[in-house]
């Protein structure tokens, strides 16, 4: 590459806000449980890091389980391919490679039953699928609720903060509860009407609030998230910066 090729490059990364460049954590815990509990959306929103690594904010992912409906199935010639629901997020894409030396080993689950399916998390053609290690089918309608149990207990044991079971943190900062019911009709998910509710909050002034203070207030949510919702919300223009590019008013005020 050329000189004029790398100035380039570089003034390109120069022109990205400091709190939309996505960092390496400095330092990765990795899951003590030898299969982790999760949902659909929790895969979802997972962060990659490298080579295939993933992480729940600070939290290396290595095995996982989830439990849902098997909404529809690709059959291919190497592998299998279902789309599990768990009503968490959208359904999320299952692969099986077939086993030639025992094909009554394999489970075929087909559409409308419930499954639970541990493997680990992987990108297929640019998008996140599990790579299944074992699919069985449910038979018993109370292992769904357990599972959604399962994850909500994992979660606060590893990170120390509630959850409800679709994954959305309970806020608990200083006592104080931030609600995102009062941004409902922009059609807002729950994270994004939450940090829509804390740049509105902060917007009685001329500078707003900073990157940092919002993720501090809220440390619940998690900083990819956090920086996540606040691009969707500057690109729909519901925020809008102020004195630089860190600090945030809500175009309400």
Not at 185 to 195: A, D, F, H, P
Not at 198 to 210: E, F, L
Request: aromatic content about 8%; proline content about 4%; overall charge negative.
């Amino acid at each position: 590459m050329n000189g004029s090729g790398k100035a380039a490059i570089s003034e390109a990364s120069r022109e990205l806000p400091g709190w939309m460049k996505v960092t390496k954590p400095a330092e990765m815990r990795k899951a003590t449980l030898q299969i982790l509990p999760c949902t659909v959306s929790q895969l979802l929103s997972a962060c990659p890091v490298h080579n295939e690594v993933f992480t729940i904010r600070d939290l290396e992912l290595n095995q996982v389980s989830i439990v849902g409906i098997v909404r529809r199935s690709s059959p291919c010639a190497t592998y299998d391919q279902y789309y599990v629901d768990d009503m968490t997020g959208p359904p999320l894409s299952v692969r099986q490679w077939i086993n030639t030396d025992d094909f009554s080993a394999q489970v075929d689950p087909e559409p409308g039953v419930y499954v639970k399916v541990h493997g680990s998390l992987r990108v297929f053609q640019g998008k996140k699928s599990l790579l299944a290690k074992d699919i069985r089918c449910v038979k018993d309608s109370n292992e769904i609720t357990s599972h959604m149990l399962e994850v909500v207990y994992a979660h606060m044991q590893l990170f120390g903060k509630g959850c409800d079971v679709n994954m959305n943190a309970l806020p608990v900062s200083d006592g104080v509860q931030i609600s995102a019911e009062g941004h409902a009709e922009y059609g807002l998910s729950t994270v994004q009407g939450q940090v829509m509710h804390v740049v509105s909050q902060h917007s009685g002034n001329d500078v707003g609030i900073s990157f940092r203070d919002l993720v501090t207030l809220l440390d619940y949510i998690g900083v990819e998230d956090v920086r996540k919702s606040l691009a969707f919300l500057v690109n729909e223009g519901h925020v809008f910066y102020t004195v630089d590019e860190n600090h945030f008013k809500s175009t309400e005020h």
